[in-house]
């Protein structure tokens, strides 16, 4: 009979008020590391994207730590991604009656960890 122990935990967070060109950047940093390695670069890296995938890191080690019993010490970040959330539309008041339009872009951010075999 096939073993059912789950091998991943998630963290998702939708709606977050932050372009997702800008949050991919920081998402680069940390794909493929350890969990306590990826905390430490992003409380280093010095872009506002990091503050919010630093709260959504460790969530999702709390997930696989509390909810599946894995060991937090073996925790890396298997996936990681950013997609487009709903877009904001404002208006910016021009010169002689116009108005130009002001997208406030938000992304919708997911970190996966898995255990280290």
């Given at each position: 009979?096939?073993?059912?122990?789950?091998?991943?935990?998630?963290a998702?967070?939708?709606?977050?008020?932050?372009?997702?060109?800008?949050?991919?950047?920081?998402?680069?940093?940390?794909?493929?590391k350890?969990?306590?390695?990826?905390?430490g670069?992003l409380?280093?890296?010095?872009?506002?994207?990091?503050?919010?995938?630093?709260?959504?890191?460790?969530?999702?080690?709390?997930?696989?730590?509390?909810?599946?019993?894995?060991?937090?010490?073996?925790?890396?970040v298997?996936?990681?991604?950013?997609?487009?959330?709903?877009?904001?539309?404002?208006?910016m008041?021009?010169?002689q009656g116009?108005?130009f339009?002001?997208?406030?872009?938000?992304?919708?951010?997911t970190v996966?960890?898995?255990?280290?075999?």
């Open positions: 009979m096939a073993d059912n122990k789950v091998t991943e935990a998630k998702h967070r939708e709606h977050v008020r932050i372009s997702t060109r800008k949050v991919l950047i920081v998402l680069d940093l940390i794909r493929g350890d969990v306590e390695l990826a905390k670069i409380k280093n890296t010095r872009k506002s994207a990091s503050e919010y995938i630093y709260k959504i890191v460790c969530e999702a080690a709390a997930n696989a730590e509390n909810n599946f019993g894995m060991d937090k010490d073996k925790l890396y298997s996936e990681c991604y950013a997609t487009p959330g709903t877009t904001l539309k404002r208006i008041p021009r010169a116009r108005a339009r002001i997208l406030k872009r938000t992304s919708h951010i996966v960890v898995r255990e280290r075999a």
